[in-house]
């Protein structure tokens, strides 16, 4: 990234401060020229002055301009770019005319291979200074740039002072809707739903009273989930019928808050394949959106492990069974525990489905006390984990506990991730192998895995 050892680890303290601090208006504004010197996981770029580190959306390393600084603290300021006065030549075109506004993507402005750098080598500082060993350059798990997302949520806005309908996501820092007639990093069947999808929409009397689209790709087709706060006419039904017909499309209308999504014409159940096996799932289920790196990050967690029908198995934070029915395939035992119900009794439909009698489902809340739950006290010689952004603190402990010769934590977010690393390490494991996974091409998202033994590491 074209700094010094030194410099970079400055950086990546002022940046592990920067993420921590709470976002306050401003008191003033000035306006300042400066030249950023590398970029952040988020992709923004850093620049330096009077002492201060400065985030700056929109910089490049090697970029200078005029800055309006919005927000200034004892030892960093944001700010955002006025004028650009030069260009990294590596500056690319955003592929997307709706870039700038729409608050889904960060980094097309950056090459891609520089946004893999910068996230790695974040990656790497935050576990090196969480437990003390020296992590060198990270592996990145890749696939495409672009069309890589097979699921997306639209927000549906009318203007009774204008009678039109908005479709499209949150503008960057607003409530704001950004209008989207495109969007490159969705699947290109998605994309290419999105102007007649806008147009069917807009032509229903209910439009008013639409909430939100939700569309997700899979093995057998898109689908579409339709949130409509008031009851649909015969009419506006058989214009969204006729709209899902014309396009291979399975709709489901969801009429009130929570309830589950009800299928008007779903002539097959949605699924995807992962590691050889079919996966059913319910409109409302969490699924990787990125399917590509899904297999990727399924099949390395599956080599990691080095499974054998001698091994029993513990997958936290199972899901539907993403990560449990591959593991149940290879190994003698496994057990999948999840907080969510509705997600245990797909995965446990799932196993069904599969014909993988050795793999058992539980429900339980990883947040609280465990040790009673008829799962716990099993003895499992490897274990898998997956958690939300909170990370896995609370069941840290009773991991260790069990002692498992190899752990593979799964994660979204580095900062807990290094947390947790640091019990795993106090209790004699080593970070035998890392990957960042490129799950979010364009965007600040960094996902990772790590695998923890007992032996320190070989190789890589």
């Not at 576990?127 to 798990?141: D, F, H, M, Q």
Request: with cysteine.
């Amino acid at each position: 990234m074209g700094k010094s050892p030194a410099s970079q680890t400055t950086f990546f303290i002022i940046m592990a401060q920067f993420y921590s601090q709470p976002r306050q208006t401003p008191r003033q504004s000035r306006t300042v020229t400066v030249t950023a010197d590398s970029l952040d996981a988020l992709g923004q770029g850093i620049a330096r002055l009077q002492g201060k580190t400065v985030f700056i959306p929109d910089l490049m390393p090697g970029e200078s301009a005029q800055v309006r600084l919005t927000e200034e603290k004892r030892h960093y300021a944001k700010g955002s770019v006025v004028k650009r006065l030069s260009d990294n030549p590596a500056r690319r075109k955003p592929a997307c005319r709706h870039y700038g506004q729409c608050g889904g993507c960060q980094q097309q402005h950056i090459p891609v291979a520089m946004q893999r750098e910068t996230k790695a080598a974040y990656l790497a500082y935050l576990l090196t200074r969480e437990t003390g060993e020296a992590c060198g350059e990270i592996p990145v798990l890749s696939g495409e740039e672009y069309g890589y997302r097979r699921r997306a949520r639209l927000a549906l806005v009318y203007s009774p002072k204008t009678k039109q309908l908005t479709m499209g996501f949150r503008q960057a820092q607003s409530k704001s809707t950004v209008a989207v007639t495109q969007c490159p990093v969705l699947v290109p069947r998605l994309e290419a739903l999105l102007v007649p999808l806008q147009r069917c929409l807009s032509s229903l009397a209910a439009a008013p009273e639409l909430g939100h689209a939700e569309l997700a790709d899979t093995e057998s087709g898109p689908l579409l989930v339709l949130r409509h706060l008031a009851p649909l006419s015969d009419a506006d039904l058989s214009a969204l019928t006729a709209f899902c017909a014309e396009h291979n499309t399975a709709l489901y209308l969801q009429g009130s808050a929570g309830a589950p999504p009800v299928a008007v014409c779903a002539p097959y159940p949605p699924h995807y394949a992962v590691a050889g096996l079919k996966l059913q799932f319910s409109p409302q289920d969490f699924i990787q959106v990125n399917g590509a790196l899904n297999e990727l990050m399924v099949a390395q967690a599956l080599n990691w492990l080095e499974l054998t029908k001698h091994d029993r198995v513990l997958d936290l934070f199972c899901g539907m069974g993403n990560f449990t029915l591959p593991v149940a395939e290879r190994a003698g035992e496994v057990v999948g525990v999840e907080g969510v119900d509705a997600l245990v009794r797909t995965a446990r439909e799932n196993a069904r489905l599969n014909n993988l009698a050795n793999a058992a489902f539980y429900h339980a809340d990883l947040s609280q006390d465990i040790t009673g739950e008829p799962w716990a006290a099993s003895g499992f010689n490897k274990v898998l984990l997956d958690p939300a952004r909170a990370g896995a603190a609370e069941i840290m402990p009773h991991i260790v506990a069990l002692s498992p010769e190899r752990i593979v934590y799964v994660s979204c977010n580095p900062t807990t991730l290094a947390r947790d690393s640091q019990v795993l390490h106090g209790a004699g494991y080593h970070r035998n192998a890392v990957r960042m996974l490129d799950m979010f091409p364009q965007t600040g998202h960094l996902e990772s895995m790590v695998l923890f033994t007992k032996t320190p590491p070989v190789s890589q």
